[in-house]
């Protein structure tokens, strides 16, 4: 499994996106799931960087990716040590509500969900750990 830590920072988003799709680019992930993929890793990213931590207060995520197994998917975890948080908690968003209705959040780890084909979150020595899965079909 590939791992890199990045500072939690919104600038470091494309520099996380170019890590992945290097471990991608060994399988021959088709566009399609690539850009789902891309999806998933933006929203869940920019939430560690603008939430996980408290203002003011410098903080890391760390990425693993991995790419495997049989049917191939690629697994990537998303660890922090900011505050204790489960996206996976909170009811998913009422997308038959307008906008206005439906308030804010909650739409990016609906998409999430949608996408990827598992999300998993645990709590583990002090660290969040966000757990996707797709699968890479050729």
Known sequence: MAERIFPASQDQLGPVQDFIAEELERCDCPPRV????DVAVEEIFINIAHYAYHPGQAG????????GGDP???????????KPFNPLAKEDT???LS???????????????KSMDAVD???ENGSNVLT???SIQK
Do not use: P, S
């Open 121 to 123: 979150y645990a709590y």
């Open 60 to 67: 890391t995520a760390t990425i693993r990716c991995c790419v």
């Open 34 to 37: 690539k850009f789902q993929i």
């Open 72 to 82: 191939l998917q690629v697994t990537i975890q998303f660890l922090d040590n900011g």
């Open 94 to 96: 009422d997308i038959t």
């Open 132 to 134: 996707i899965k797709k």
């Open 99 to 113: 906008a206005e209705e439906r308030g804010i959040g909650g739409l990016g780890i609906l998409m999430v969900k």
